[in-house]
């Protein structure tokens, strides 16, 4: 489809590339901040939202839950985007004259051995690719930021070592989310189904509402739970499973779940990407 697709960041975050990787004919939208993605993609200002919701290092990406369920958007499709690290300078600079490097707190610990070794301190930026510009435009000699190869080829700068994280899985999930729901079946790797919900007061009602999703043979992915409204005992659950809403399976377990359940609601049902297995 042709359109445009909203992110948060600057240009060359990893959640710009993400917008290439998975929907190489929009146009990306860059956006402040998560709240305003997902503005823009309900006030029709963007065709869809680009959203990071957990990556394989430092896990959940804070409140990227708690923004999903009153959005006003569904979950359209998922996408694994590999967390490439660089380290780039201005044009001329030399890794021996940097003697510190800018980037997104997540992102300078899963370098720490490059940055140890060549003896580089880091410093904390509010985005790694807000960095890039920065120093693009400053052209400061002995710094340096750590950021996606977009992001150099974008603000031209050079790239004195590539791909230096410190893990070799680094791996961010996206979820793309649209104004329509899409229930139909596609992709050729299964189907997921996003939903949250919260328990009635009863006790082992947790415990009870997975019951189905066990007896039926389903694979529940993910399970997390948080606080809402500002209340210790309202726990409101994300989960994903495996499998279409409409599979006689899912059906029995959610028809379970419902009933010790005070409210569910899905958020989406999707292609498994084929990096998930």
Do not use: W
């Not at 590999?82 to 300078?89: E, N, P």
């Not at 120093?135 to 050079?158: F, H, I, K, M």
């Not at 939903?195 to 039926?216: D, E, H, Q």
């Not at 210790?232 to 599979?247: L, M, N, S």
């Amino acid at each position: 489809m042709t359109g445009t697709i909203a992110f948060q960041g600057e240009p060359g975050a990893y959640s710009h590339q993400a917008c290439l990787d998975a929907r190489p004919d929009m146009t990306p939208m860059p956006c402040r901040t998560f709240e305003d993605v997902i503005e823009a993609a309900r006030s029709g200002a963007a065709d869809l939202a680009m959203l990071p919701v957990e990556n394989t290092t430092y896990g959940r990406v804070a409140d990227i839950h708690r923004m999903l369920p009153a959005s006003g958007l569904h979950i359209i499709d998922e996408a694994f985007v590999r967390v490439h690290i660089s380290l780039m300078a201005a044009p001329g600079v030399t890794l021996d004259q940097v003697e510190v490097v800018r980037a997104h707190p997540v992102l300078i610990p899963q370098c720490a051995d490059f940055l140890a070794k060549n003896n580089i301190r880091g410093e904390s930026a509010v985005d790694s690719a807000g960095a890039a510009l920065e120093l693009a435009e400053s052209g400061a000699r002995n710094q340096a930021v750590l950021a996606s190869d977009l992001a150099a080829a974008t603000y031209g700068l050079n790239i004195l070592a590539r791909h230096i994280e410190d893990q070799d899985h680094n791996t961010t999930r996206f979820l793309i989310m649209s104004r329509e729901m899409d229930m139909r079946r596609r992709g050729s790797s299964g189907m997921m189904t996003s939903f949250v919900f919260r328990v009635r007061n009863i006790p082992a009602a947790l415990y009870k509402a997975m019951g189905g999703f066990a007896t039926n043979g389903i694979n529940m992915t993910k399970l997390e739970s948080y606080m809402v409204g500002g209340n210790f005992t309202a726990t409101q659950f994300y989960a994903d499973i495996e499998g279409h809403p409409e599979d006689e399976h899912v059906v029995r377990a959610m028809e379970e779940l419902e009933y010790f359940t005070d409210y569910l609601k899905i958020l989406g049902t999707y292609p498994a990407d084929p990096r998930r297995h």
